[in-house]
């Protein structure tokens, strides 16, 4: 397996749509989605499922054996069989080549880390104005992990990508906080490194994480029901 995408889901009907085609565009035979829903009380799991089943892609959905988003990314992690990993929230969209622009360089480079920056738009994606909330010239290609911590340059989960010996050394994401759960585990991880790749543009395309800023919309509709061990896609690229 080439690498894994993996995805915490809680309450996130209106977005996790938008979500999954934007890995779906940049997916491969090679590649996979692991989704764990944290108890979802909305139909966030059977929307997912339906993406997923219908791009014949392989994918395993299953339910969050403990509760928080740190848990489902821990469990995430733990199902997850990809050399690389991929991470990517509910609610948020991978820029173009996101994927393709991190294994280049991971190929080359397993002990580093890769990160890409972010943009953050409004409302309905197709339509929204995107802007730059941080300004990314100032971020040099390379940085060692002193050098990144130390910027402490605010980022999204998603912007990283890395080998999964990176992120298995680092330990499991800290499930006994309750904010900045995603700093201190990719302090931990950057630690660990042996430096971080910034990556701006790959093709004239900003191969960034586009971050959506939204409240949680609880909707009641019907759930997919889940087996204990989940469901698992069918690769329609062969066995």
Not at 82 to 88: A, K, M, N, R
């Amino acid at each position: 397996m080439r690498a894994s995408f993996c995805i915490p889901l809680y309450n996130a009907s209106p977005w996790i749509a938008q979500t999954l085609h934007s890995v779906v565009h940049q997916i491969s035979a090679k590649d996979e989605v692991i989704l764990i829903d944290d108890n979802s009380s909305d139909d966030s799991a059977q929307i997912a499922f339906n993406v997923l089943n219908s791009a014949n892609i392989q994918f395993t959905l299953t339910k969050n054996i403990k509760n928080g988003a740190c848990a489902a990314r821990n469990q995430a992690l733990k199902t997850s069989k990809g050399e690389f990993i991929q991470w990517l929230d509910a609610d948020d969209v991978l820029g173009a080549h996101k994927l393709s622009s991190a294994i280049r360089h991971l190929e080359r480079h397993p002990t580093q880390l890769h990160a890409c920056g972010w943009r953050s738009f409004h409302g309905d994606f197709e339509e929204s104005q995107f802007s730059d909330d941080v300004n990314w010239r100032i971020i040099p290609e390379f940085s060692s992990p002193a050098e990144w911590l130390a910027r402490d340059t605010f980022m999204v989960p998603h912007c990283y990508a890395g080998h999964r010996n990176l992120f298995e050394q680092a330990g499991p994401w800290d499930e006994s906080l309750t904010i900045n759960q995603d700093g201190e585990y990719f302090a931990r991880v950057v630690a660990k490194s042996e430096g971080v790749r910034f990556t701006r543009r790959n093709r004239g395309v900003l191969p960034a994480v586009i971050r959506r800023f939204s409240i949680e919309v609880l909707t009641r509709k019907g759930r997919l029901s889940l087996p204990k061990h989940g469901i698992h896609g069918q690769n329609c690229f062969g066995p």
